[in-house]
């Protein structure tokens, strides 16, 4: 064992652990000190290697306080982070990724002085050794090499995180804004379609604002990656009923009329005590913003593919009016309220008159 002092704590942990409740478990397996000190090796190693100082340039993406370790909460490795390194959630360089509790505890440095990143993971009980460890140099030019960059990932050399981490850092690098951060951070990873939620809660907050008293109902229809977006920007969550998502299938997708071939969702405010809003039919141009980013529609996008047209979307991100359109304007008249088109048997494209006939019959 590499660590001496293993407390009573963690042994029943272990037990608990190889006893397959490790989750969710009443068995206390909060060991704070434990926790911290592997976050704590883990940033000394990354500053050593690095070659870098308390409070430089650097960016710290992990999954701790989402993912368990040894059956613990991973949290206390955020607080040993920010000793080590000086970076904090409120400098913005201290980001914690959403991820499923069983997946390995990762910590990803970079030092953005040098270009160098050291990316460490950890699958075991605190106090054995990391599970993995790379070095990389010149990280933001991988995405303007297309191949050594899909190699990469092929190769797994940041466990299968390559892609989401060098987005991420390429977009902190950057600068990135607190709506977009939030929304990155929910959703696990920065891609287009995350980026046209953020485009759309942008359009709503400027151009389809909630006076006092009114608050969004969004029909996320068809769901994709942008209401993930959407629920973490406006807090319009599915918990709290003020999204409701309806998938459409291929097949569905070809009902659509022609006007809302691009359809993006509907859109609601709505004040519940006067009992009055209105909505409106959001379609994404896709085709549009594909063509001005200079790919070819209808050829399979490759990884190297999605990384360019996102950092496209970024860079052209004052210009999200110009792919975003009002297929339909719904008055919500006689007593009509947003739920009425997000009811089990009510398919709301059809009531809205945006259906094919064919498809109704
Ligand atoms: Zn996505």
Request: with cysteine; hydrophobic share 40%.
């Amino acid at each position: 064992m590499a660590r001496k002092d293993i407390s009573s704590a963690m042994i029943v942990c272990l037990i608990a652990t190889f006893a397959g409740l490790a989750y969710p478990t009443k068995i206390q397996c909060s060991s704070y000190e434990d926790v911290f000190v592997l976050g704590t090796k883990a940033a000394n190693q990354a500053i050593k290697r690095l070659g870098t100082g308390y409070g430089e340039r650097i960016l710290l993406i992990t999954n701790a306080g989402h993912v368990r370790i040894g059956g613990m909460d991973s949290s206390p490795v955020l607080d040993a982070l920010v000793k080590a390194t000086g970076a904090t959630q409120g400098k913005g360089n201290l980001l914690s990724l959403h991820d499923a509790p069983d997946k390995p505890l990762f910590f990803f440095f970079y030092d953005a002085t040098h270009g160098e990143a050291v990316y460490i993971e950890s699958q075991g009980f605190p106090g054995t050794p990391f599970s993995k460890e790379a070095f990389e140099k010149g990280l933001l030019a991988l995405s303007q090499k297309p191949e050594v960059f899909e190699q990469k990932v092929k190769d797994k050399v940041f466990g299968g995180n390559e892609f989401r981490l060098l987005m991420i850092t390429w977009l902190w690098d950057r600068g990135i804004s607190m709506e977009l951060r939030n929304a990155i951070l929910f959703h696990d990873h920065f891609c287009p379609g995350v980026t046209s939620g953020y485009y759309i809660a942008k359009y709503l907050c400027n151009e389809f604002p909630v006076s006092k008293g009114e608050s969004y109902y969004i029909i996320a229809s068809p769901p994709y990656c942008k209401d993930d977006a959407l629920q973490a920007i406006l807090n319009a969550t599915v918990g709290k009923r003020s999204m409701a998502v309806i998938p459409l299938s291929e097949s569905d997708m070809a009902c659509l009329s022609a006007e809302a071939k691009d359809a993006a969702g509907i859109y609601f405010r709505y004040n519940r005590k006067e009992k009055k809003g209105n909505g409106i039919v959001l379609g994404f141009l896709w085709d549009r913003l594909r063509s001005a980013a200079g790919f070819t529609t209808g050829r399979k996008a490759s990884l190297t593919d999605t990384l360019k047209l996102t950092q496209w979307m970024i860079e052209h991100e004052d210009e999200y009016k110009s792919y975003i359109r009002v297929i339909k304007e719904i008055p919500l008249e006689g007593g009509l309220t947003p739920e009425d088109f997000a009811r089990p048997d009510v398919n709301p494209y059809l009531k809205l008159g945006l259906w094919e006939g064919r498809c109704s019959q």
